[in-house]
Every structure is written in structure tokens, then in C-alpha cells.
Nanobody, 124 residues
Framework: VQLQASGGGLVQTGGSLRLSCAAS????????MGWFRQAPGKEREFVAA????????HYADSLWGRFTISRDDAKKTVYLQMNSLMSEDTGVYYC??????????????????WGQGTLVTVSS
């Protein structure tokens, strides 16, 4: 499966952005999906994940409920709605998928497919 992330940009503190990740190839509904991010000078970290069915989601504790992951299987797209953005949210955001029928995971090593990343910059 190929993944294409989009929707990043420059936003002021407190603003919102919605990232999209479009998939091609494979059967999208067979894949759990995740979002990771990498801030400047830091390691890539888990942000959120969603199960195949969309019935289960999981978020990094540090997000304090500001982000929401969702999926639209008809459009083969997973979304990350980001609200109340803070400067600490600045970074490159990647969507990823493990192998088909594998569950989502917190570890990036469990993901086999990655999008190219989209840059989010939050300015004060």
C-alpha cells in the first residue's frame, strides 16, 4: 500500500489543522493506520492510531485530547484533526500502516508502510 500525507502548513497557536493520508493499492479496510510526528532535533514519536474498523482509537497521552483520528474507507483516507495547536506540535507528521490485518501499535518498528510526511508549523 502507498500512502500520501497532506494538509500540513503554518498555523498560529490555538489554531486547527486537518491532516489527510490517502492510500492506494491494497484493501484499505484491512489496514490499521497510525500517525507519527518528528519535531526538529527529536526522535519520531507516536501520535495516534485507529483500528481496521475504526472502532478503536488510541492517542499519545501528551495530546490531552486535542487530536482526533478517523478514517473513511470509501475514500481510502485517514485523517488527523488537530485542535488547540501549540508550538510543541511543530514537526513533520507521517502516516503509517502495519501489514494488512495486523493491529495498530505504538512502536514505529511495527509499521511497514509510510507516507512521505507533511510539515506542520505552529507559530506563536
Amino acid at each position: 500500500v502507498q500512502l500520501q500525507a497532506s494538509g500540513g502548513g503554518l498555523v498560529q497557536t490555538g489554531g486547527s489543522l486537518r491532516l489527510s493520508c490517502a492510500a492506494s493499492g491494497g484493501t484499505f479496510s484491512d489496514y490499521a493506520m497510525g500517525w507519527f510526528r518528528q519535531a526538529p532535533g527529536k526522535e519520531r514519536e507516536f501520535v495516534a492510531a485507529i483500528s481496521w474498523s475504526g472502532g478503536t482509537t488510541h492517542y499519545a497521552d501528551s495530546l490531552w485530547g486535542r487530536f482526533t483520528i478517523s478514517r473513511d474507507d470509501a475514500k481510502k483516507t485517514v485523517y488527523l484533526q488537530m485542535n488547540s495547536l501549540m508550538s510543541e506540535d511543530t514537526g513533520v507528521y507521517y502516516c503509517a500502516a502495519p501489514r494488512a490485518t495486523m493491529p495498530w501499535d505504538l512502536l514505529e518498528s511495527q509499521y511497514d508502510y509510510w507516507g512521505q510526511g507533511t510539515l506542520v508549523t505552529v507559530s506563536s
